[in-house]
């Protein structure tokens, strides 16, 4: 096994050392190439070991923020507060992945009821704009662009959390934001990864800088011309006002108050159509996870549309036919069915998921004799040029942060939580320290399509977070970010588990493939895609024989050593009978996974 994706290691976060001028001699080259991973004792030797404890666990983005939802557990706070003090922390440290712009979904195990309960906390678009107003508003644009005023659905971070915390919570809530307010007033230094995105978010946003208001954005994150730089200070004071204010008033501080109307005063002046009435009646929406038994008594588990995270359980159905496990992990053949299976069930997103309040889900695209169906289309011989949606019978769906905790009575938060694209619509109202997402980017114009924009409707969602059970009872949290690289990352890390033996760590430190491509949510429903087969990217550590074998079948395959386009990744198992917990972070990330 050790062969197999050896060459992870350092080459997606290693920086190139400085050119050396010596007698004509060309600069070293990077040091990823100069040098290779030391040895492990145990495990494999391009991993690490995972975080033990028993008391409680935390795994984010950030370790400041792991370290605040720990302080949260160890005062008495339930996983639920923890992880939504971690995730207001994230907000300020990660502004490129997410913030209270933004949506926020999670799946949350309680055992007192010994339950799961799912939690969309999804925005709307304005009640009072209609599909052909918006047209009007976009001229000869085909699509909703990523920047301005149009884009922007409500945000939904705020409500799901007080509605998570009425149910679940014990600590105040001003008790668990007081860190974050602390953190961007005093100042904290900014991580690696995410000096790294704010640059690149700077340079995009520079870019489009004519088609939007970057002035509040740019003076909140940029207010020197450039971006923080790894290991600076930044502060934040007007989110560590907007964070008092919400912990002391609640929730109608951000929806139905005097924020309220700066926010939508501030869009309206952008080009919005957005009312003080659209924020007031916002509300979450507690909803039903569903599962799906791959093998070994091990069951996937995810939230219903308007998320994509049925996707994975229709790719659990697909690859449930075919034992991976004859196969190494990193060869091509078990390369090649879990592609096609991604490119099955994603024919389905593109042309059935949507908000449900508007469009029916089939559920039977969730049964086990379609995923048998599906499964049959897939060629062993070659990558088909084109697939297209199922026929199910109509029965009744960027960049992110996803974080996990698991408290000591054995509850377990998988949260996720996004603007988006990038750190957002680049639109950020004054005074308030935010950006505001740009979800609604992901409409379809197409009046026939399940997904197609209309007044107070929620656009299809890429964020997800999982759960995974076996033997039927509560076993893991599990998220991967990165628009659609979510589901196919939830399976890959599934199946680097269950058939392939790894710890939590190696499953998400081994190599990825993100397949992009293939027919879109915002595409019209007639007509040709605009990329059938599209573009099969993986990391470095597939093996180089394994790449050319996937070309010869027929796939594009792109090899990129950067790590970023991979998804970030965090899990906590718990053992059902000791309570010992089991913790991995993301090696692409500046994160940490710690107990106690």
Not at 66 to 74: H, R
Not at 329 to 339: D, I, K, L, N, T
Request: hydrophobic share 40%.
């Amino acid at each position: 096994m050790n062969r197999i994706l050896a060459a992870i290691g350092l080459a997606s976060l290693a920086l190139p050392v400085a050119a050396q001028e010596q007698a004509g001699k060309e600069a070293l080259p990077p040091v990823d190439q100069q040098i290779g991973a030391g040895g492990r004792p145990v495990g494999a030797s391009w991993s690490r070991s995972p975080v033990i404890a028993q008391h409680g666990m935390a795994a984010t983005e950030q370790p400041l923020a792991t370290q605040v939802a720990l302080d949260i557990l160890k005062a008495g706070g339930t996983a639920v507060d923890a992880a939504i003090a971690a995730n207001a922390a994230m907000g300020l440290m990660h502004p490129t992945g997410n913030g209270i712009g933004g949506d926020l979904f999670a799946i949350i195990y309680d055992p007192a009821t010994q339950q799961l309960y799912g939690i969309n906390g999804s925005g709307r678009s304005p009640k009072g704009q209609t599909l052909d107003q918006l047209k009007a508003k976009l001229g000869d644009a085909d699509a909703l662009p990523s920047v301005g005023a149009l884009p922007v659905t409500i945000p939904g971070t705020i409500d799901a959390w007080f509605t998570m915390h009425g149910r679940f919570g014990k600590l105040p809530m001003d008790r668990l934001l007081a860190p974050t307010v602390t953190y961007a007033r005093d100042g904290f230094p900014v991580s690696p990864v995410v000096a790294a995105y704010l640059a690149g978010n700077l340079r995009a946003f520079e870019r489009m800088s004519d088609q939007f208001d970057f002035t509040n954005a740019r003076a909140t994150w940029f207010a020197d011309g450039e971006a923080p730089k790894a290991g600076e200070i930044f502060k934040n004071p007007d989110l560590a006002r907007t964070l008092q204010s919400i912990g002391a008033s609640g929730r109608d501080a951000f929806y139905d108050g005097e924020l309220t109307d700066r926010m939508v005063d501030y869009l309206r002046a952008q080009g919005s159509a957005f009312t003080r009435a659209d924020f007031a009646a916002h509300r979450s929406e507690w909803v039903e996870p569903a599962c799906a038994a791959y093998r070994k008594g091990f069951e996937l588990c995810e939230l219903p549309p308007n998320g994509q995270g049925f996707a994975a359980l229709q790719m659990v159905n697909i690859l449930k036919n075919v034992d991976l496990a004859q196969w190494e992990r990193g060869s091509p053949e078990a390369m090649h069915f879990m592609v096609e299976a991604k490119r099955l069930a994603y024919e389905d997103v593109a042309r059935f998921y949507a908000d449900p309040d508007f469009a029916s889900f089939p559920l039977d695209l969730l049964s086990e004799s379609y995923g048998k169906a599906r499964f049959a289309l897939i060629d062993r011989t070659r990558a088909n040029p084109e697939f297209g949606p199922g026929e199910p019978k109509l029965e009744g769906p960027g960049d992110t942060t996803y974080l996990t905790v698991v408290d000591g009575t054995g509850m377990m938060v998988s949260l996720i939580q996004s603007n988006y694209r990038g750190m957002g619509s680049g639109l950020t109202a004054p005074g308030t320290g935010f950006m505001f997402q740009d979800r609604g980017e992901l409409y379809s114009l197409d009046p026939a399509h399940p997904n197609a924009y209309a007044p107070a409707k929620r656009p299809f969602q890429t964020i997800i977070p999982a759960f995974v059970k076996k033997d039927g009872e509560p076993y893991m949290t599990l998220g991967l970010m990165g628009g659609g690289m979510q589901p196919q990352g939830h399976v890959q890390v599934l199946v680097n588990i269950v058939d392939y033996g790894m710890n939590l760590q190696e499953a998400g430190d081994a190599a990825r493939f993100n397949h992009d491509g293939g027919r879109q949510p915002t595409e019209p429903l007639e007509g040709p895609t605009a990329d059938p087969l599209g573009t099969l990217y993986v990391e470095a550590g597939i093996p180089a024989e394994t790449v050319e074998a996937l070309r010869a079948l027929g796939h594009k395959v792109v090899v990129d050593p950067t790590g970023v386009q991979f998804g970030g990744y965090e899990a906590i198992a718990r053992d059902p009978e000791t309570g010992v917990l089991t913790g991995a972070t993301e090696m692409r990330k500046d994160g940490q996974a710690a107990g106690y």
